[in-house]
């Protein structure tokens, strides 16, 4: 489900702190989530953080989806003689629907009388909820543990049917679940209780992808897969590919949910990292940390200076700086204390312009928008350098 107030076209400014703890003041996250979007908005605008949203991926509701109710039939008439239950929504969504088809009876029937595999706790819980028991938990949350569990009691001759997340985006998080099944001689019938495709606005998730691929975002926050997907899908539409990829080992955090929905960019040796527990808190928590961390401030004439993808920082501070200002910083910051030449300054600045003296122009205004001109020292003949 994607929350209707939600615009990609500007980034909505940091919320007031009652506490005065920001630590995400002037740092810039996107969010590509589809669902629960608002959530990460609030959560990182509370830190201090601009968010740009554009949802990567969009949900077909599931009522209007044949392959479920088609797969749900296979299910009843087969019958399954094991059930892996995957994801806590996906449970009651399922019921819910079949509830409407007039279905649920024979499946809760069903459910009742065979083993239920479960992926973890959110989803034992939902199971519980509908007054079912389930016969076994993976603790890592994980589809290998499942695996070696349904393996280890033997499937060969079964019918197992799989509850599939995220079905129809172009990328299966549970195949290795389902080519084991299948190599193990069971009948898989695959449940996709929800499905995804690309979103309607695709303006918007282009938009963000380009600020991505630029160094736009100091990180970008992916909950699951098929955004990942979409979001690399777009950049090779749009021909940055390659430059996607550079940010995201580079200058971007890549900040995943978990594994499951990082495999696609390790796939492609992209850099990411992960909270421990797979939860969206616990998302939000360590991208704070990462995003800190990595705009982390260093001192420069006896200030702290702090250089993000869309800001600059000057004792915690956030200072006005232009597109050409915040690039000649950026060019800077990359090597502290290190000389930087006119001509690889002048390569950094927007634009194609060959004039020289567009950098002493713009250096002098960076220099007055800083309020420290001595942050910034003149290396004779040569270029500038931050003053560590």
């Known amino acids: 489900m994607t929350d209707a107030d939600d615009n990609a076209s500007e980034p909505r400014r940091p919320a007031a702190d009652p506490a005065g703890e920001q630590p995400l003041l002037g740092r810039t996250i996107a969010v590509t989530a589809a669902r629960r979007s608002s959530e990460q908005r609030t959560l990182l605008e509370r830190r201090g953080a601009s968010v740009l949203h554009a949802p990567a991926m969009r949900m077909i509701p599931i009522a209007e989806d044949e392959l479920v109710r088609e797969a749900t039939g296979r299910t009843l008439a087969a019958p399954a003689d094991i059930m892996v239950l995957t994801t806590a929504a996906g449970v009651r969504w399922w019921l819910q629907v079949c509830e409407e088809w007039g279905l649920a009876d024979d499946l809760l029937e069903l459910m009742g009388r065979i083993p239920l595999y479960s992926r973890g706790p959110k989803t034992t819980g939902a199971i519980r909820a509908a007054g079912l028991r389930e ?11 499942l695996l ?19 079905a129809g985006s172009g990328w299966n998080p549970m195949s290795v679940l389902l080519d084991g099944l299948r190599a193990a001689g069971a009948e898989v019938i695959e449940v996709p209780v929800y499905r995804w495709e690309l979103p309607e606005d695709l303006d918007a998730l282009d938009d963000l992808v380009r600020t991505i691929a630029r160094a736009g975002v100091d990180g970008v926050t992916f909950t699951a897969a098929p955004a990942v997907i979409a979001v690399l899908e777009r950049a090779g539409a749009m021909g940055i590919h390659d430059d996607l990829l550079d940010a995201l080992n ?7 949910v978990g594994p499951v929905t990082a495999a696609p960019l390790i796939e492609r040796g992209v850099a990411f990292t992960a909270p421990d527990r797979m939860r969206l808190g616990s998302l939000m928590r360590h991208t704070t940390e990462v995003v800190a961390e990595r705009t982390a401030p260093i001192i420069v004439a006896g200030h702290e200076l702090s250089v993000c993808a869309a800001a600059v920082l000057v004792d915690g501070l956030p200072v006005e700086v232009s597109p050409a200002q915040l690039a000649l910083m950026r060019a800077l910051s990359r090597r502290p204390g290190a000389c930087v030449s006119r001509a690889d300054l002048l390569a950094a600045l927007p634009g194609d312009g060959a004039d020289p003296h567009a950098v002493e122009t713009s250096m002098g205004r960076l220099r007055r928008a800083l309020g420290a001109p001595d942050m910034v020292s003149t290396v004779v003949k040569r270029g500038y350098r931050l003053n560590i």
């Open 135 to 145: 016969h076994a938990s993976a603790a890592s949350e994980a589809s290998p543990e």
């Open 148 to 166: 070696e569990m349904l393996l280890e009691r033997g499937v060969s001759g079964l019918t197992v049917c799989v509850q599939v997340q995220g």
């Open 250 to 256: 580079g200058p971007v955090a890549a900040l995943c």
